[in-house]
């Protein structure tokens, strides 16, 4: 057997890495609504039109082996598996380049995170508890959304496959192990609180939804529930916005569709105006307030932008009557949720905790089996050249014998193997833990 020790470095790992696949290491880049303002955020948005475009892109930069972009109005992140190379792949030029963006304006926002880290902050994302929102259930679907996209452009295979499957999993048991999404809660129906908290109460008010996507249809749901007798769709794509007009006929609301091009012409009709589309201008801006508050005869209007890119432009504030929040606003009335589910979110973090556990130990593990694989196939092969060498010399023994003789052999080698596979196993845990 001392042929099979030659084969082993001190520390017990097999010499041969021709035979093993090259390490990898996984980082995860990012910038969110808890590190950057809105004004920074929206330069960096990617629409799902060009989500494809996008993770391509990332996929080309040299060492990323696999990649994944998930953008949302509240943050950009990517998340990559990358080839252990002496230079590693420069993720914050990346966005610099793609987006056209200064390095001088990301680099104060930026968060990194690393191995673990990049599996924890992964599950925490995918469970809604880094949500500006805690809680929200829309993550986890633009989460599947980019994993989705990434696998139909080949950025994702064997190490961000199994790592995203099990945030799936992770997300789904914090969901029905707790009660963090006990109450339906989403950037839209912060929305739509804030606009109940403005008037006291919503019935006999005229809202314009500007935008026919998911964050309008779950606006206008609980504007209904709020009190709201009276909905205005607009979209310009005027079948989504008779679509999403449709869902609400026999409801307690009156339901219309606005043409996109008569919006400007009779936006003042509404009291409220919440805008979620995904146009990269400014929809609204401040000449726009003062017609509308001029036909309005001076009464109040409040726009509520849960776009990113912003839909209004700020200057809207500035004429008197017109009020507007964007999405960094609602997060001072997120933080009422946040306090609500204190406790729930707790529970949260511990399973995400051990879930990353469970996770690191099974990567482990997995590290450890190439080297494992090797080592027995070149026990397996002394064994048989030994055996035959001694094929002569054996020829006298019954089948029964031989057979025998086998199993011995094959016992030996086992018994002889076990201490240096148990050796593999303990480098592998004390190199990640290191």
Known sequence: MSQILNEMNPKGMAVDAAERPAARSLVLLGINHNTAPIEVRERLSVPLTRLADATRSLLHQPGIREGLILSTCNRIELLTSQ???????????????????????????????????????????????DSMVVGEPQILGQVKESYGVARQVGAVSSSLEGLLQRAFTVAKKVRSETEIGSSSVSIASVAVD??????????????????????????????????????LVTNRTKERAEALAAEFLGTSASTAVLPFDQLYSHADRADIVIT????????????????????????????????????????????????????????????????DRGREAEAAESIVAKEVD?????????????????????????????????????????????????????????????????????????????
Request: charged share 25%.
């Open 194 to 231: 804030l606009a109940r908290k403005i008037f006291g109460t919503l019935e006999g008010k005229t809202v314009l939804l500007v935008g026919a996507g998911k964050m309008s249809s779950l606006a206008a749901r609980h504007l209904i529930q709020q009190g709201a007798s009276n909905i």
């Open 358 to 434: 469970r996770y690191q130990q099974r990567v482990q593990s997995l590290d450890a089996v190439p080297a494992i694989l090797s080592l027995q196939q070149n026990a397996e092969a002394v064994r048989a050249a030994e055996l035959a060498k001694s094929a002569k010399r054996l020829a006298g023994l019954t089948v029964e014998q031989q057979v025998a003789v086998d199993a011995l052999t094959r016992s030996l080698t086992a018994k002889l193997l076990h201490p240096q596979i148990v050796a593999i196993r303990r480098a592998s845990t004390a190199a990640e833990e290191e």
């Open 276 to 339: 979620s589309t995904g146009s990269d201008q400014k929809i609204f801006n401040r000449s726009h307030g003062q017609h509308f508050l001029e036909r309005r005869r001076h009464r109040p209007m409040f726009f509520i932008d849960i776009a990113v890119p912003r839909d209004v432009d700020p200057a809207m504030n500035q004429v008197e009557g017109c009020f507007v929040y964007d999405i960094d606003d609602l997060q001072q009335v997120a933080q009422s949720n946040l306090a």
């Open 83 to 129: 080839e252990a190379l002496p230079s590693a792949p420069d993720l914050p030029r990346f966005l610099e380049e793609y987006f056209s963006v200064p390095a001088v304006l990301l680099a104060p926002h930026l968060y990194e995170y690393r191995e673990r880290e990049a599996v924890r902050h992964l599950f925490r994302v995918a469970s809604s508890l």
